[in-house]
Each structure stands twice: as structure tokens, then as C-alpha cells.
């Protein structure tokens, strides 16, 4: 029987700045149900790998998302997306943004969160905390049921009980078919939660296998300061 598609694939992908390349031939595969988390130090290109896919930057090589180019309406109907650095309106409440984001990308309701975990409706974003604000922006990234779930950092500034109800939620969305990239700095942060690693480094891939518990060795790929046989670069 023919495999699955991928939700996800990227072949040859690279970015540059002017003369200096950020992403360099990256390709990999997700396929419905995985939650990869890319790693890597600071300035790998983690961030940057989550924008293309999302069609925020241009870039060369390919990117697709179940099999509508990154970038592309149909692709963009598909795709939740969670910046590193969150802005929303400071005059409205949660309610009303959540509205006017459930509006935007033609869903029905919020994908199910753990009870509390969003502040009240009836609060104004403007006196949110930056973990109540985080809160806020997971939920949109969620709405609609997407089928490919790109996240830089969307665990920064919760608390423990809030980090352990998104993680429970990013399950349970994987369960129900969709793919997740996490862009995480610490890989052993999702221990229990991501099946893969795929660690960037001068922005090239390093390493792309499971997570199999040894969580100290793959912080150590991140940092490049552990050479591994089965590193393979691009």
C-alpha cells in the first residue's frame, strides 16, 4: 500500500542575508502525527527554518505542506503558526481576539485546551502578564484544527502547570493527525512529548533521529561539542 503523504517536506531549502547563508540545503519529512522539535544553538537558523515553511520569507529550494507550496493560500488555510515574539492588541479582550482570529482563518472554535488554561474571556489583553499573553497567542496558533503546527518557543514564560497543559494538548492534537515542528533551544525540554530531534547547526542539519531518552547527548549536538557517527550533513 502507497505510504501517506507528508504534511511536511522540505528539500534543499537555504537562506541567506545578503552574503551570509543562515539555512543550507535543509530537507526532512512530517508526516500526520509527529511532533519534531528543531534544535540548535542561537543563530542556527531555528527560527528562520519556521518562517520560510510558514511563507513569511522568501527563500530557495522547496517547501511544501501537504503538498500546497509553503507560502501559498491553500497552504496558509493548513498551517498554525506561533512567532518567538508575540504582539497582539492591547484595547481589546481575550474574547474579542479570540473572535477576530477564529474570523480571520475561518474556524468554528478554539482546538480543546486544558479548563484555566486561557485567561477570561472578559480580560483586556492589556493587563495580561506575558505567560497569560503566551496563553493567548497558542490558542490561535491552534484554532481551527491545523494540520501542520509550527512553534518557536511556545512554551517561554509559562509556569510549570501551564507548560504541562500545552504539552498534554500538543499530544492530543498529534493523536488526531496533525504534524508539530518546535523550535526549542533545549530538546530535552519536550522529553516525553516529541518523537524526533532534528538538530541545525551553522545551519545545516546534524541530526535527525528519534528521541530515544538520550537527551544529554542531543544538547551536546546542539552546542557542537559532541561528534556523532551518525551525524549527516548536507
Sequence with gaps: ???????LLTER?????GPHPVLVDVGFTLRAGTIAVVSGANGTG???????????????????????????????????????????PENVT?????????????????CILPEGFLPADERPVGVLSGGQRQRVALAIALLGFPKLLLLDEPVANLDELGREGFWETLRGVA?????????????????GVADR????????????????????????????TEPDPREARA
Excluded: N, W
Design 94 to 110: 481575550v474574547g474579542e481576539v479570540l473572535s477576530f482570529f477564529a474570523k480571520l482563518r475561518g474556524a468554528d472554535g478554539l
Design 175 to 191: 493523536e488526531v493527525g496533525a504534524a508539530a515542528l518546535v523550535a526549542s533551544p533545549m530538546p530535552g525540554d519536550l522529553a
Design 1 to 7: 500500500m502507497e505510504r501517506e503523504s507528508p504534511v
Design 13 to 17: 531549502l537555504s537562506k541567506s542575508y
Design 197 to 224: 530531534a532534528i538538530v541545525l547547526d551553522e545551519g545545516r542539519i546534524v541530526f535527525d533521529g528519534p528521541m530515544d531518552g538520550d537527551h544529554a547527548l542531543v544538547r551536546l549536538r546542539a552546542r557542537g
Design 46 to 88: 531555528k527560527s528562520t527554518l519556521l518562517r520560510c515553511i510558514a511563507g513569511l520569507v522568501p527563500f530557495e529550494g522547496t517547501a511544501s505542506v501537504s503538498g500546497a507550496p509553503a507560502g501559498s493560500l491553500e497552504a496558509r488555510r493548513t498551517v498554525g503558526y506561533l512567532p518567538q515574539t508575540v504582539s497582539l
